[in-house]
Protein backbone atom coordinates (compact mmCIF):
# COMPACT_ATOMS: atom_id res chain seq x y z
CA UNK A 1 0.00 0.00 0.00
CA UNK A 2 1.01 3.52 -0.37
CA UNK A 3 0.48 5.86 2.59
CA UNK A 4 1.66 9.74 2.82
CA UNK A 5 3.34 11.01 6.23
CA UNK A 6 3.96 14.27 7.46
CA UNK A 7 7.92 14.61 6.57
CA UNK A 8 8.43 18.06 8.55
CA UNK A 9 6.67 20.54 9.72
CA UNK A 10 6.16 23.69 7.33
CA UNK A 11 6.81 27.01 8.16
CA UNK A 12 4.87 29.42 6.06
CA UNK A 13 2.91 27.70 2.74
CA UNK A 14 3.44 23.60 2.92
CA UNK A 15 5.82 22.71 0.23
CA UNK A 16 6.56 19.26 -1.64
CA UNK A 17 9.14 19.05 1.53
CA UNK A 18 6.07 18.62 3.98
CA UNK A 19 4.70 15.18 2.06
CA UNK A 20 6.39 11.65 1.81
CA UNK A 21 4.98 8.76 -0.13
CA UNK A 22 5.95 5.71 1.40
CA UNK A 23 5.07 1.84 0.15
CA UNK A 24 4.32 -0.32 3.20
CA UNK A 25 2.41 -3.54 4.08
CA UNK A 26 -0.53 -4.43 6.22
CA UNK A 27 -0.96 -7.46 7.96
CA UNK A 28 -3.98 -9.26 7.59
CA UNK A 29 -6.75 -8.09 9.09
CA UNK A 30 -7.53 -10.28 12.77
CA UNK A 31 -10.62 -11.39 14.54
CA UNK A 32 -13.05 -8.35 14.99
CA UNK A 33 -11.03 -6.31 12.11
CA UNK A 34 -11.48 -4.83 9.09
CA UNK A 35 -9.61 -4.26 6.03
CA UNK A 36 -11.25 -0.94 3.89
CA UNK A 37 -9.87 1.51 0.94
CA UNK A 38 -10.46 4.60 1.07
CA UNK A 39 -12.67 5.75 -1.46
CA UNK A 40 -13.09 9.54 -0.65
CA UNK A 41 -11.07 11.75 0.97
CA UNK A 42 -12.12 15.40 3.04
CA UNK A 43 -9.16 17.68 2.64
CA UNK A 44 -9.89 20.61 4.92
CA UNK A 45 -7.92 23.67 6.30
CA UNK A 46 -7.74 22.67 9.75
CA UNK A 47 -5.11 19.89 8.59
CA UNK A 48 -2.49 22.82 8.38
CA UNK A 49 -3.01 23.54 11.83
CA UNK A 50 -2.06 19.84 12.78
CA UNK A 51 0.98 20.56 10.72
CA UNK A 52 2.32 22.54 13.73
CA UNK A 53 3.19 21.45 17.00
CA UNK A 54 1.42 24.00 19.15
CA UNK A 55 -1.45 23.43 21.73
CA UNK A 56 -4.93 22.97 20.40
CA UNK A 57 -7.92 21.53 20.63
CA UNK A 58 -6.69 18.38 18.45
CA UNK A 59 -3.35 17.05 19.07
CA UNK A 60 -0.64 17.76 15.86
CA UNK A 61 0.56 15.02 13.23
CA UNK A 62 3.35 13.56 14.11
CA UNK A 63 6.53 13.81 12.30
CA UNK A 64 6.67 10.42 9.62
CA UNK A 65 3.36 9.61 10.24
CA UNK A 66 0.68 9.43 8.27
CA UNK A 67 -1.40 12.42 8.21
CA UNK A 68 -4.99 12.00 8.27
CA UNK A 69 -8.23 13.32 7.66
CA UNK A 70 -11.91 12.56 7.14
CA UNK A 71 -13.18 9.91 4.53
CA UNK A 72 -15.26 7.16 3.46
CA UNK A 73 -13.90 3.85 2.56
CA UNK A 74 -14.77 0.43 1.16
CA UNK A 75 -14.75 -2.19 3.31
CA UNK A 76 -12.67 -4.80 1.42
CA UNK A 77 -12.35 -7.55 3.94
CA UNK A 78 -13.88 -8.08 7.09
CA UNK A 79 -13.44 -10.06 10.44
CA UNK A 80 -16.47 -8.44 12.11
CA UNK A 81 -19.78 -9.71 11.38
CA UNK A 82 -21.54 -6.40 11.21
CA UNK A 83 -19.57 -5.62 7.75
CA UNK A 84 -19.31 -7.21 4.24
CA UNK A 85 -17.30 -6.87 1.65
CA UNK A 86 -18.29 -3.58 -0.19
CA UNK A 87 -20.21 -1.80 2.26
CA UNK A 88 -19.46 2.44 3.05
CA UNK A 89 -17.77 3.21 6.10
CA UNK A 90 -16.83 6.01 7.81
CA UNK A 91 -14.94 5.86 11.43
CA UNK A 92 -16.88 6.27 14.39
CA UNK A 93 -16.96 5.87 17.71
CA UNK A 94 -14.10 8.23 18.89
CA UNK A 95 -12.61 8.16 15.66
CA UNK A 96 -12.66 11.11 13.12
CA UNK A 97 -10.15 10.31 10.52
CA UNK A 98 -8.56 7.84 7.93
CA UNK A 99 -4.65 7.40 7.52
CA UNK A 100 -3.46 8.72 4.24
CA UNK A 101 -3.06 5.19 2.64
CA UNK A 102 -4.65 3.37 -0.48
CA UNK A 103 -6.02 1.00 2.60
CA UNK A 104 -5.85 0.38 6.09
CA UNK A 105 -6.73 -2.12 9.18
CA UNK A 106 -9.95 -0.75 11.53
CA UNK A 107 -11.44 -2.18 14.79
CA UNK A 108 -15.29 -2.95 13.46
CA UNK A 109 -15.47 -1.31 16.55
CA UNK A 110 -14.79 2.52 14.72
CA UNK A 111 -17.08 2.07 11.91
CA UNK A 112 -20.15 2.90 11.22
CA UNK A 113 -21.87 1.99 7.55
CA UNK A 114 -23.25 4.94 5.85
CA UNK A 115 -26.72 5.09 4.54
CA UNK A 116 -26.55 4.81 0.71
CA UNK A 117 -29.67 6.80 0.32
CA UNK A 118 -27.68 10.08 -0.10
CA UNK A 119 -24.42 10.62 -2.46
CA UNK A 120 -21.48 9.66 -0.16
CA UNK A 121 -19.50 12.49 -0.51
CA UNK A 122 -22.25 14.56 0.78
CA UNK A 123 -21.20 13.13 4.06
CA UNK A 124 -17.88 15.08 3.92
CA UNK A 125 -19.45 18.18 3.21
CA UNK A 126 -23.09 18.93 3.23
CA UNK A 127 -24.14 16.62 5.62
CA UNK A 128 -20.99 16.13 7.35
CA UNK A 129 -18.38 18.47 9.65
CA UNK A 130 -18.81 21.73 7.34
CA UNK A 131 -22.66 20.99 6.78
CA UNK A 132 -22.87 21.06 10.92
CA UNK A 133 -20.24 23.96 11.28
CA UNK A 134 -22.40 26.25 9.12
CA UNK A 135 -25.77 25.34 11.54
CA UNK A 136 -24.85 25.49 14.45
CA UNK A 137 -21.96 28.42 14.31
CA UNK A 138 -24.82 30.55 12.40
CA UNK A 139 -27.78 29.37 14.73
CA UNK A 140 -26.51 28.99 18.02
CA UNK A 141 -23.70 31.83 18.09
CA UNK A 142 -25.47 34.11 15.23
CA UNK A 143 -28.98 33.46 16.18
CA UNK A 144 -30.34 35.23 12.78
CA UNK A 145 -33.62 36.81 12.71
CA UNK A 146 -35.71 37.53 9.71
CA UNK A 147 -35.09 40.86 7.82
CA UNK A 148 -31.55 40.89 9.32
CA UNK A 149 -27.91 41.50 7.30
CA UNK A 150 -25.51 38.08 7.46
CA UNK A 151 -22.38 38.61 5.45
CA UNK A 152 -20.30 35.35 4.72
CA UNK A 153 -16.82 35.54 4.28
CA UNK A 154 -15.12 32.07 2.15
CA UNK A 155 -18.97 32.15 0.71
CA UNK A 156 -18.13 30.15 -2.25
CA UNK A 157 -16.31 26.96 0.24
CA UNK A 158 -18.17 24.16 1.64
CA UNK A 159 -19.01 26.31 5.18
CA UNK A 160 -19.77 29.31 3.34
CA UNK A 161 -22.70 27.97 0.99
CA UNK A 162 -24.25 26.19 3.56
CA UNK A 163 -24.20 29.44 5.93
CA UNK A 164 -25.43 31.46 3.24
CA UNK A 165 -28.02 29.11 2.09
CA UNK A 166 -29.48 28.85 6.23
CA UNK A 167 -29.34 32.70 6.64
CA UNK A 168 -31.48 32.67 3.60
CA UNK A 169 -33.92 30.01 5.19
CA UNK A 170 -33.96 32.07 7.73
CA UNK A 171 -35.36 35.19 6.39
CA UNK A 172 -32.26 37.47 6.28
CA UNK A 173 -30.58 39.29 3.70
CA UNK A 174 -27.42 37.39 2.53
CA UNK A 175 -23.93 38.73 0.80
CA UNK A 176 -21.32 36.79 0.08
CA UNK A 177 -17.63 37.16 -0.18
CA UNK A 178 -15.61 35.33 -2.55
CA UNK A 179 -12.18 35.26 -4.43
CA UNK A 180 -13.05 35.75 -8.31
CA UNK A 181 -16.30 36.89 -10.81
CA UNK A 182 -17.35 32.76 -11.18
CA UNK A 183 -17.42 32.34 -7.57
CA UNK A 184 -19.26 35.13 -6.94
CA UNK A 185 -21.88 34.65 -9.94
CA UNK A 186 -22.13 31.35 -8.96
CA UNK A 187 -23.52 32.69 -5.13
CA UNK A 188 -25.97 34.82 -6.55
CA UNK A 189 -27.33 32.58 -9.67
CA UNK A 190 -27.06 29.55 -7.94
CA UNK A 191 -27.38 29.80 -4.34
CA UNK A 192 -29.90 32.64 -3.97
CA UNK A 193 -27.17 35.35 -2.19
CA UNK A 194 -28.55 38.39 -2.72
CA UNK A 195 -25.42 40.05 -3.13
CA UNK A 196 -21.54 38.61 -3.42
CA UNK A 197 -18.26 40.73 -3.30
CA UNK A 198 -15.09 39.50 -5.29
CA UNK A 199 -12.31 40.28 -2.79
CA UNK A 200 -9.56 39.82 -5.42
CA UNK A 201 -11.14 42.16 -7.69
CA UNK A 202 -11.98 44.82 -5.07
CA UNK A 203 -9.37 47.33 -3.78
CA UNK A 204 -11.83 49.06 -1.67
CA UNK A 205 -13.24 46.18 0.74
CA UNK A 206 -14.79 48.55 3.14
CA UNK A 207 -16.32 50.64 0.65
CA UNK A 208 -17.62 47.40 -1.28
CA UNK A 209 -19.28 46.12 2.26
CA UNK A 210 -21.05 49.12 2.86
CA UNK A 211 -22.73 48.97 -0.95
CA UNK A 212 -23.65 45.51 -0.16
CA UNK A 213 -24.93 45.95 2.74
CA UNK A 214 -27.02 49.64 3.50
CA UNK A 215 -28.59 48.54 6.24
CA UNK A 216 -25.41 47.43 8.08
CA UNK A 217 -23.89 43.92 9.39
CA UNK A 218 -25.91 41.93 12.02
CA UNK A 219 -24.53 38.68 11.65
CA UNK A 220 -20.70 38.25 9.98
CA UNK A 221 -19.80 34.54 9.67
CA UNK A 222 -15.87 34.80 9.57
CA UNK A 223 -14.65 32.30 7.74
CA UNK A 224 -11.34 33.94 6.75
CA UNK A 225 -9.66 36.61 9.11
CA UNK A 226 -7.34 39.10 8.10
CA UNK A 227 -8.32 42.08 5.85
CA UNK A 228 -11.63 41.26 4.65
CA UNK A 229 -13.06 40.85 8.49
CA UNK A 230 -11.20 44.48 8.90
CA UNK A 231 -13.33 45.63 6.42
CA UNK A 232 -16.42 43.98 7.59
CA UNK A 233 -16.00 45.42 10.64
CA UNK A 234 -16.86 49.12 9.99
CA UNK A 235 -20.07 47.85 8.80
CA UNK A 236 -21.39 46.34 12.16
CA UNK A 237 -24.77 47.01 13.71
CA UNK A 238 -25.76 47.74 17.20
CA UNK A 239 -25.46 43.97 18.63
CA UNK A 240 -24.18 42.47 15.83
CA UNK A 241 -22.95 38.45 16.49
CA UNK A 242 -19.80 37.15 15.09
CA UNK A 243 -19.24 33.58 14.84
CA UNK A 244 -15.53 33.15 14.39
CA UNK A 245 -15.23 29.96 12.59
CA UNK A 246 -11.96 29.88 10.79
CA UNK A 247 -9.23 32.36 10.20
CA UNK A 248 -7.83 30.75 6.61
CA UNK A 249 -6.04 33.88 5.25
CA UNK A 250 -3.81 33.69 8.38
CA UNK A 251 -3.09 29.95 8.57
CA UNK A 252 -0.37 30.26 6.80
CA UNK A 253 1.61 33.80 7.78
CA UNK A 254 4.87 33.00 9.80
CA UNK A 255 3.83 36.41 11.95
CA UNK A 256 0.23 37.14 12.51
CA UNK A 257 -0.42 40.46 10.48
CA UNK A 258 -1.83 43.72 13.02
CA UNK A 259 -5.52 45.03 11.62
CA UNK A 260 -7.33 47.35 12.90
CA UNK A 261 -7.90 47.24 16.66
CA UNK A 262 -11.14 46.22 16.80
CA UNK A 263 -12.35 46.38 20.65
CA UNK A 264 -13.70 50.39 20.35
CA UNK A 265 -16.15 48.96 17.43
CA UNK A 266 -17.06 45.73 19.96
CA UNK A 267 -17.55 48.03 22.61
CA UNK A 268 -19.21 51.02 21.02
CA UNK A 269 -21.96 48.26 19.49
CA UNK A 270 -22.20 45.56 22.04
CA UNK A 271 -20.82 43.06 19.58
CA UNK A 272 -20.99 39.24 20.60
CA UNK A 273 -17.76 37.93 19.07
CA UNK A 274 -17.36 34.09 19.56
CA UNK A 275 -14.94 31.53 18.13
CA UNK A 276 -16.06 27.82 17.79
CA UNK A 277 -14.90 23.88 16.99
CA UNK A 278 -17.68 22.29 16.05
CA UNK A 279 -16.70 19.63 18.58
CA UNK A 280 -18.15 21.72 21.00
CA UNK A 281 -21.92 20.74 19.85
CA UNK A 282 -21.10 17.01 19.73
CA UNK A 283 -23.66 16.26 21.64
CA UNK A 284 -25.84 17.84 19.23
CA UNK A 285 -24.84 16.24 15.82
CA UNK A 286 -28.15 14.18 15.40
CA UNK A 287 -30.30 17.67 15.68
CA UNK A 288 -27.88 19.32 12.95
CA UNK A 289 -27.70 16.37 10.48
CA UNK A 290 -31.94 15.73 10.62
CA UNK A 291 -32.25 19.44 9.78
CA UNK A 292 -29.78 19.37 7.06
CA UNK A 293 -31.00 16.21 5.70
CA UNK A 294 -34.67 18.18 5.42
CA UNK A 295 -33.33 21.12 3.99
CA UNK A 296 -31.26 18.69 1.29
CA UNK A 297 -34.24 16.76 0.67
CA UNK A 298 -36.78 19.37 0.12
CA UNK A 299 -34.24 20.89 -1.90
CA UNK A 300 -34.16 24.56 -0.36
CA UNK A 301 -30.07 23.70 0.55
CA UNK A 302 -27.96 22.60 -2.69
CA UNK A 303 -24.43 21.71 -2.79
CA UNK A 304 -21.31 21.86 -4.59
CA UNK A 305 -18.06 19.74 -4.84
CA UNK A 306 -14.46 19.90 -6.39
CA UNK A 307 -13.76 16.21 -6.89
CA UNK A 308 -10.16 15.73 -7.31
CA UNK A 309 -9.11 12.55 -8.52
CA UNK A 310 -6.12 10.58 -7.44
CA UNK A 311 -4.40 9.27 -4.49
CA UNK A 312 -1.34 11.61 -5.20
CA UNK A 313 -2.96 14.09 -5.55
CA UNK A 314 -4.10 14.64 -1.76
CA UNK A 315 -1.56 17.45 -0.92
CA UNK A 316 -2.42 19.06 -4.15
CA UNK A 317 -5.68 19.34 -3.32
CA UNK A 318 -5.17 20.58 0.26
CA UNK A 319 -2.87 23.31 -0.88
CA UNK A 320 -5.41 23.80 -3.46
CA UNK A 321 -7.84 25.56 -0.56
CA UNK A 322 -4.84 28.16 0.30
CA UNK A 323 -5.60 29.74 -2.93
CA UNK A 324 -9.55 28.65 -3.77
CA UNK A 325 -9.29 26.42 -6.43
CA UNK A 326 -12.54 24.62 -4.93
CA UNK A 327 -16.12 25.57 -5.38
CA UNK A 328 -17.55 24.05 -2.17
CA UNK A 329 -16.00 20.56 -0.91
CA UNK A 330 -12.73 19.78 -1.57
CA UNK A 331 -12.91 16.03 -2.04
CA UNK A 332 -9.98 13.49 -3.21
CA UNK A 333 -11.48 10.26 -4.91
CA UNK A 334 -8.75 8.16 -4.69
P1 LIG B 1 -13.46 26.04 2.05
O1 LIG B 1 -14.19 25.02 1.27
O2 LIG B 1 -14.10 27.36 2.31
O3 LIG B 1 -12.04 26.24 1.34
C1 LIG B 1 -11.20 27.27 1.71
C2 LIG B 1 -11.52 28.57 0.94
O4 LIG B 1 -10.92 29.66 1.62
C3 LIG B 1 -10.92 28.60 -0.44
O5 LIG B 1 -11.74 28.01 -1.41
C4 LIG B 1 -10.72 30.10 -0.69
O6 LIG B 1 -11.84 30.62 -1.37
C5 LIG B 1 -10.69 30.71 0.72
N1 LIG B 1 -9.37 31.30 1.00
C6 LIG B 1 -8.18 30.69 0.98
N2 LIG B 1 -7.21 31.57 1.31
C7 LIG B 1 -7.82 32.76 1.53
C8 LIG B 1 -7.35 34.07 1.90
N3 LIG B 1 -6.05 34.31 2.10
N4 LIG B 1 -8.26 35.05 2.03
C9 LIG B 1 -9.57 34.80 1.81
N5 LIG B 1 -10.07 33.60 1.48
C10 LIG B 1 -9.20 32.60 1.34
O7 LIG B 1 -13.05 25.43 3.43
P2 LIG B 1 -14.07 25.00 4.59
O8 LIG B 1 -15.43 25.37 4.22
O9 LIG B 1 -13.77 23.60 4.96
O10 LIG B 1 -13.59 25.91 5.80
C11 LIG B 1 -13.88 27.31 5.80
C12 LIG B 1 -13.31 27.93 7.07
O11 LIG B 1 -13.96 27.37 8.20
C13 LIG B 1 -11.81 27.66 7.27
O12 LIG B 1 -11.21 28.80 7.85
C14 LIG B 1 -11.80 26.50 8.24
O13 LIG B 1 -10.62 26.44 8.99
C15 LIG B 1 -13.03 26.83 9.08
N6 LIG B 1 -13.64 25.67 9.73
C16 LIG B 1 -13.86 25.75 11.07
C17 LIG B 1 -14.48 24.75 11.74
C18 LIG B 1 -14.73 24.91 13.19
O14 LIG B 1 -15.09 23.93 13.86
N7 LIG B 1 -14.56 26.12 13.74
C19 LIG B 1 -14.90 23.52 11.06
C20 LIG B 1 -14.70 23.54 9.63
C21 LIG B 1 -14.07 24.59 9.00
P3 LIG B 1 -11.74 31.95 -2.30
O15 LIG B 1 -11.53 31.44 -3.68
O16 LIG B 1 -13.03 32.61 -2.07
O17 LIG B 1 -10.55 32.73 -1.81
Given at each position: IQQILLNDRPKGMPSSDTFKTVSAELPAPVEGEVLVKPVYFSVDPYLRGRMQDEKSYIPPFKIQEPIESGGVAAV???????FREGDLVMPSNGKNFFPWATACIFSGDHLRKID?????TYYLGVMGMPGLTAYFGLMDIGKPKAGETVVISGAAGAVGLVTGQIAKIQGCRVVGIAGGAEKVQMLTD????DAAIDYKNNPDMTAAIGAACPNGVDIYYDNVGGEISDAVMYHLNPFARI????QIALYNSTEIPMGPRVQPTLIKFSVLMQGFTIGNYAARYQEGIKQLGEWVKTGKIKFTETIVEGFDQLPTALLGLFSGKNSGKMIVKV
Amino acid sequence: IQQILLNDRPKGMPSSDTFKTVSAELPAPVEGEVLVKPVYFSVDPYLRGRMQDEKSYIPPFKIQEPIESGGVAAVVESKDTRFREGDLVMPSNGKNFFPWATACIFSGDHLRKIDSSIPPTYYLGVMGMPGLTAYFGLMDIGKPKAGETVVISGAAGAVGLVTGQIAKIQGCRVVGIAGGAEKVQMLTDEFNFDAAIDYKNNPDMTAAIGAACPNGVDIYYDNVGGEISDAVMYHLNPFARIPVCGQIALYNSTEIPMGPRVQPTLIKFSVLMQGFTIGNYAARYQEGIKQLGEWVKTGKIKFTETIVEGFDQLPTALLGLFSGKNSGKMIVKV
